[in-house]
């Protein structure tokens, strides 16, 4: 059974549920993973702030603000 864990080693994530050809995890460093984000956001005209907090959302029934 093809399994990965998330957090918590004590309850691996079954990844045979998964609907794809490629149920299987790749161990990408977190940085490299933020590099190549950061890559697309640019690319897209989106600045990164680092170290900058985001406001409070709130949800109510007809939006989210």
Do not use: C, K, N
């Not at 399994?3 to 050809?21: E, H, Q």
């Not at 460093?29 to 985001?54: F, I, K, M, N």
Request: aromatic share 8%; net charge negative.
């Amino acid at each position: 059974m093809p399994a990965g864990m998330f957090a918590d080693p004590a309850r691996p994530l079954d990844l045979t549920v998964m609907d794809t050809d490629h149920p299987y995890v790749l161990g990408i460093a977190q940085t490299r993973v933020e590099e190549l984000l950061e890559q697309w956001l640019a690319e897209l005209g989106v600045p990164v702030r680092w170290g900058t907090q985001s406001p409070t959302w709130s949800r109510t029934a007809t939006a989210s603000r």
